[in-house]
């Protein structure tokens, strides 16, 4: 997947998780938590989606890289680079 | 035994705890069944049919009313672990309430100044003391798990000095989530004095069968398996772990993990582990609810009031009654003052107090039905001092007692706040079994449905 895909990608599970947000204001330096109110249990949501949709094991002690878009997707490109 | 009796979380009870952790599981694509001995889910807070009308059973309003937009809160939390949108609740929020004692009332909305200012105005020593308060609880976590303890009035009366308005404060907080005698532990204390004040109340037009409708439907669309009239009558372990469940009829369910929102003493004995159901002692408080039907709506008898607590002297006995019932407290609730686009229609007024399950179970038959009218009519008696007589105005009448939410639900003692003592981090004796709902600590509609996200989060997800 390319970087704009994953974006897409990220913004369907944060809409899904978070239905009556608007995203296309979302910017991607600053963090989820900050912008859209998600605590812990949220993040556990987007670990949870990662997992199902890609197929992909996020370790617990990787989980600080989701902590933004731009992080998210410094951290997920190379890992689905060949999804 | 053949394959579709294997699963991988079997839940025991479609209550607002197990649904909710049900429709957590099936989002991530676990193989989820839920079992309810009932013949309609709901459990505590749940709805029946008679004479061609409709009754909810346990829900008066929602707490932790919070409007749209609004991203922190229970009720927000909720919506986004189970993938609602805020309209899909239909939530309509309460015209306003009151706590109503002798020679003061106060009335309170989903508008904290208006408290505040009540409080200003009829016990001004206090209102500084009162803020002070609630800016120091306002931040307790709602979703941690954990017990902080302490005792809720010692913290109260840290900072409030007049004893009427402590004792008007927890009136509310009592009748709607205290399952301890006289005191409530600190951190139920800060959850409940959030979601009644600081988040307030609201209803869905078509009462509980609509959140309830909801939560089955998502359920079932992501593939969630819903057993009714399915009673546990044991559950089966081999060193530490169970392995199946027996139910009534015979049939036997094996599942890698177990969740049960039957409570833990129940859960307990279901497993046939007896020292641990003794470490907790059964919840002693119950009620009885009168439901009256009338011929035109409580607001046209000058009642708009609704939810209101009573009590009819300065201070407040919240404990087991010796007599069948209390009729010194309670709560009236009228499903029809809510900011409805359109009137509901018929009028209806609940009425609850508390009252003692082992005087109802000790009464015969007959005698159980003579006191059932002679309770709905002094309990009545006692409410119309607070709001109009709404005696000459009665269609239809109905009542529950504690023996009902027993018959229904399986909690013991009819105590439907459960135990005294929680069980908050929801682990039993054995390694693939959990508890989520009411024994978990949580309680209300929103309680007991985060307390089933967040032990299917805490458990059985991140497995």
Redesign the interface.
């Known amino acids: 997947m390319t970087r704009p895909e994953i974006r897409t990608a990220i913004i369907d599970i944060l809409s899904?998780?978070?239905?009556?947000e608007d995203y296309a204001q979302l910017k991607d330096d600053v963090s989820f938590r900050e912008q859209?109110?998600m605590?812990s249990?949220?993040m556990?949501?987007i670990v949870?989606e990662l997992?199902?949709q890609f197929k992909l094991q996020i370790p617990e002690a990787d989980y600080p890289n989701l902590v933004s878009m731009q992080s998210t997707l410094d951290y997920l490109e190379p890992l689905l680079a060949d999804k | 035994m053949g394959e579709e009796n294997i699963y991988d979380t079997v839940i025991i009870g479609a209550g607002m705890s197990g649904l909710a952790a049900g429709i957590r599981l099936a989002?991530?694509?676990k193989h989820v069944c839920i079992l309810e001995k009932h013949t309609v889910p709901g459990g505590l807070n749940s709805f029946y049919r008679q004479k061609g009308r409709n009754f909810d059973v346990g829900l008066h309003a929602m707490t932790n009313y919070a409007p749209?937009?609004v991203?922190?809160g229970p009720l927000?939390?909720l919506?986004?672990?189970l993938?609602l949108?805020?309209d899909e609740l239909g939530l309509i929020p309460q015209l306003g309430s009151a706590i109503a004692f002798p020679g003061v009332t106060l009335d309170f909305s989903n508008q904290f100044g208006l408290l505040e200012s009540q409080i200003a105005e009829k016990f001004p020593s206090q209102i500084d003391r009162f803020r002070k308060m609630t800016a120091s609880l306002v931040d307790y976590d709602q979703?941690g798990l954990g017990e902080s303890g302490g005792s809720a009035k010692e913290f109260v009366r840290s900072f409030l000095t007049d004893p009427l308005l402590i004792n008007m404060l927890f009136c509310p907080i009592f009748f709607y989530g205290g399952a301890r005698e006289s005191d409530m532990e600190f951190g139920q204390f800060c959850i409940m004095f959030r979601s009644i004040f600081l988040e307030g109340f609201a209803r869905p037009y078509e009462g509980v069968r609509h959140i309830l409708t909801k939560l089955l439907k998502k359920f079932k669309t992501l593939g969630g398996e819903l057993r009714l009239h399915s009673s546990v009558k044991q559950i089966v372990s081999q060193s530490g772990q169970v392995s199946k469940l027996i139910l009534e009829d015979g049939t036997e369910i094996r599942a890698k993990q177990f969740l049960s929102s039957a409570g833990w003493r129940e859960t307990m004995r279901l497993c046939g582990l007896k020292e641990p159901e003794k470490e907790v002692a059964p919840g002693k408080l119950s009620f009885v609810e009168t439901i009256s039907v009338l011929d035109r709506d409580p607001k046209r008898l000058g009642h708009n009031k609704t939810i209101l607590f009573f009590n009819d002297s300065e201070s407040i006995s919240y404990r087991k009654p010796d007599s069948l019932v209390d009729v010194r407290s309670g709560v009236i609730c009228s499903p029809n003052n809510f900011d409805y686009a359109k009137p509901l229609g018929e009028g209806q007024i609940r009425i609850t107090a508390l009252a003692n399950f082992d005087r109802w179970a000790e009464l015969g038959e007959e005698r159980y039905r003579l006191e059932k009218l002679r309770c709905y009519d002094a309990l009545i008696g006692s409410a119309v001092r607070f709001i109009p007589d709404f005696r000459g105005n009665i269609i239809e009448n109905d009542m529950f007692t504690p023996l009902t939410v027993t018959r229904y639900t399986g909690k013991d003692s009819g105590a439907i706040y459960g135990a005294a003592d929680k069980k908050y981090d929801g682990l039993t004796p054995l390694n693939n079994l959990y508890v989520c709902g009411t024994d978990q600590g949580m309680v209300g509609i929103v309680g007991a449905i985060v307390s089933g996200?967040?032990i299917a989060?805490r458990y059985l997800?991140?497995k």
Do not use: E, F, V
């Open positions: 899904d998780i978070a239905p009556d859209l109110s605590d249990m949220d556990l949501d949870l997992r199902k | 989002q991530y694509d749209k937009g991203r922190k927000s939390r919506l986004r672990h993938r949108s805020w979703l996200i967040t989060n997800l991140a």
